[in-house]
């Protein structure tokens, strides 16, 4: 305690170290607007980057600075997300840019702005609004410039590998993309093909119905999730049988975004309801026929409404193939035919229980169902490591940029 008393001071914004600043965000910073419609350049095309919310969008012939900066979402979804901007770029009105002084390094301001809670500063009801006036008089904790500089590299090291980590699971994606068209379509060592409602396919196999490959001897074996009456808010609990939701549902994934319960009790008055590992769900709502395989985390769950439950008859069938085969392109093609509705879409039960998947011999799905869940776990392994790269720089961030562990320079 004594060493932090030599080395560290306490300031409006808690403790520093004793060779830091307090400085407000317009102290280190410059911001400019842009008048830029993305209506009004529909035309125009260059090589020099224009910046939207999501992104870089497109080329024009033009650019606003010759400088790196960042961008800040200030209008509408989105606002107070951060992105970085190469030199000779420009931006949509809907953002601001943001660029350092002197006294200050770029890559750090844009680190430290990353800390700052915009939502505190939102105005507007309807669509959000940020005024740099208002969050530019933020106080912030500022170390001297060699220290800005040696943090920035340090964090943007990190931000390198998680870049190139993407890079690698985004190839890894499409290689299975390519794999899956074409065991779907050719198989593995045929030479001989017929043509089918689905498209083209080895001459022995079948096409199914996704009602035909089920288990028949479970009269649950492809139903669907309750109606809101009969699972309401109330009976949500902190602990018991799982609940999995229409969000839970991704493409070719379970997607843990939260974590409800309801009773043993409950889940028993709605059996039909229950699923357990290795069973499919797919969603009725747009995305129509997105899947997911349900975790063995749990001896069984509860779905929610718009979940329909597939458990298919192992004895004929192999459950990671179906699980791969519902990712296939032709047959989500196929599931968004049948969509019906204006404001969200969504696909029938009967039109859901006919859609078609290819159909080849057990022996055949299981090595075609191999390829695919090892392509799976390449990518799973490099989502991890993408993860834990992001973790390590959510910490970074905050020994880093609140001096709580501090650099050699």
Not at 127 to 133: D, M, N, Q, S
Not at 154 to 176: A, F, N, P, R
Not at 238 to 255: A, C, E, K, W
Request: with cysteine.
């Amino acid at each position: 305690m004594e060493v932090l008393q030599d080395t560290y001071k306490d300031t409006k914004i808690g403790r520093i170290p004793k060779d830091w600043e307090v400085m407000m965000l317009n102290e280190i910073t410059n911001y400019k607007s842009s008048n830029l419609s993305l209506n009004k350049l529909e035309e125009n095309t260059g090589k020099y980057k224009l910046y939207g919310a999501s992104g870089m969008l497109k080329g024009i012939d033009f650019y606003q600075t010759d400088k790196e900066s960042f961008a800040i979402v200030k209008d509408g979804s989105g606002f107070g997300n951060l992105l970085w901007c190469d030199k000779n770029s420009s931006i949509l009105g809907t953002l601001g840019r943001i660029t350092n002084k002197e006294t200050s390094d770029l890559k750090f301001c844009f680190y430290l702005t990353h800390t700052i809670k915009f939502k505190r500063y939102m105005s507007g009801s309807t669509i959000p609004h940020l005024y740099y006036k208002d969050y530019g008089n933020i106080k912030l904790p500022v170390p001297p410039l060699p220290e800005q500089q040696k943090i920035a590299e340090i964090l943007s090291t990190v931000d390198e590998q998680i870049s190139t980590t993407q890079v690698i699971i985004d190839k890894s994606k499409e290689l299975k993309k390519g794999l899956m068209q074409e065991l779907f379509s050719e198989g593995i060592g045929h030479t001989e093909f017929k043509d089918t409602k689905i498209g083209r396919i080895p001459k022995d196999w079948e096409v199914s119905t996704l009602y035909e490959i089920r288990k028949q001897s479970d009269r649950h074996s492809f139903t669907g999730g309750p109606f809101g009456s009969d699972l309401k808010s109330s009976d949500y609990t902190d602990s018991g049988v799982r609940i999995i939701q229409l969000g839970n549902i991704g493409v070719g994934s379970f997607i843990d975004k939260s974590k409800i319960y309801t009773s043993e009790e409950k889940a028993n008055q709605l059996i039909s309801c229950n699923v357990y590992p290795n069973d499919i769900i797919l969603a009725k709502m747009a995305p129509v026929a997105r899947s997911c395989k349900v975790p063995s985390s749990s001896s069984r769950y509860v779905m929610c409404s718009d979940g329909i439950r597939l458990a298919v008859d192992t004895e004929k069938v192999d459950d990671n193939f179906i699980f791969h085969s519902l990712q296939d392109r032709r047959f989500r093609a196929s599931a968004e035919r049948c969509m019906v509705g204006t404001t969200r879409g969504r696909i029938g039960l009967n039109d859901l229980r006919n859609l078609l998947i290819p159909f080849p011999p057990l022996s055949e799905q299981q090595k075609i169902a191999a390829i695919l869940s090892e392509a799976d776990a390449k990518i799973e392994k490099e989502q991890t490591q993408k993860a834990q790269l992001e973790e390590l720089k959510k910490g970074l961030m905050q020994q880093l940029l609140t001096g709580k562990k501090r650099v050699k320079v």
